[in-house]
């Protein structure tokens, strides 16, 4: 991998679901390069691809046509075994509806990516506890899931996608359950942890309270993006509205 790979390049991307009565175009096209060092906001209406957008890039999803490479490693080539070690090693995601396992404490749901890329669970647990620590939940390390309010499951979350160090962590509307102050600790963690000189974080949001956090925000619409605007210097996270102007 050459030093200007980006973490993310996606070419074209097309992505159909056939639901048996229809067909849904959810990528129409998509063009997007995600720097190294980079936080990459995208943003845009109810339904118009977003999650389709990031589950392709995380290699949830394979797309239909169109080339989707992550540090240079074009996940549909690869074989489902090393697609999910590369995903296990590289790729943390927060998802929308946070997907903790029901039966498993906060410290246990935390620890998984460690223990799936080999360590021993006593210590994968005890490394999990000091990242619930981080995002504020030190003290419920031994709650189960249904113990937890919506805002507290989706910081286990966050904290179960930061725990292996990814060097791509990818959000689906990670502030959405979070009140305003929790959600701007939330984000600086984020960016302080996953955003370096060999890391990027994607974030998928609504959330116009967050996007003077981000580097670049991208516009999508039905399927497409529409717009990439770089992201204000002179605004300070959490105080604007407007967080983001036109570059074209
Ligand atoms: N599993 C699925 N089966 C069929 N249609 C889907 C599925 N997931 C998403 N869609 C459709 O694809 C389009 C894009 O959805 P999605 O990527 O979830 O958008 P967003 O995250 O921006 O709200 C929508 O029209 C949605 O209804
Ligand atoms: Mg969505």
């Given at each position: ?46 339904g ?7 589950s ?16 240079g ?21 927060v ?19 460690l ?7 006593r ?9 619930l ?49 929790t ?60 967080g983001?102007?036109d570059?074209?």
């Amino acid at each position: 991998m050459s030093d200007n790979t980006p973490a993310v390049l996606c070419q074209n991307v097309v992505k159909t679901y056939d639901t048996g009565s229809q067909q849904i175009t959810a990528l129409q096209g998509i063009d997007l390069e995600v720097h190294v060092g980079e936080l990459m906001m995208l943003v845009g209406p109810s339904g118009c691809g977003k999650t389709t957008l990031i589950s392709v890039i995380a290699g949830i999803l394979d797309q239909d046509s169109g080339l989707c490479r992550v540090f240079g490693e074009d996940l549909l080539k690869l074989k489902n075994d090393q697609k999910l070690k590369f995903r296990a090693q590289n790729i943390g995601f927060v998802f929308q509806a946070y997907n903790l396992l029901p039966t498993l404490n906060a410290a246990e749901n935390v620890s998984i990516p460690l223990i799936i890329n080999g360590m021993k669970r006593r210590e994968a647990v005890r490394k999990a506890a000091a990242v619930l620590e981080q995002v504020g939940l030190g003290d419920r390390a031994d709650a189960l899931p249904a113990q937890l309010s919506g805002g507290q499951q989706q910081r286990v979350a966050i904290a179960r996608a930061l725990i292996h160090s990814p060097r791509l962590i990818v959000c689906d509307e990670p502030t959405s359950a979070l009140d305003h102050e929790t959600g701007m600790h939330v984000l600086e963690l984020l960016k302080a942890v996953a955003v370096d000189h060999s890391r990027a974080l994607v974030i998928v949001t609504h959330d116009a309270r967050i996007f003077g956090f981000a580097d670049r925000i991208a516009q999508m619409d039905d399927g497409k993006i529409v717009r990439v605007q770089q992201s204000q210097p002179s605004n300070n996270p959490g105080r604007t509205e407007q967080g983001a102007h036109d570059v074209t």
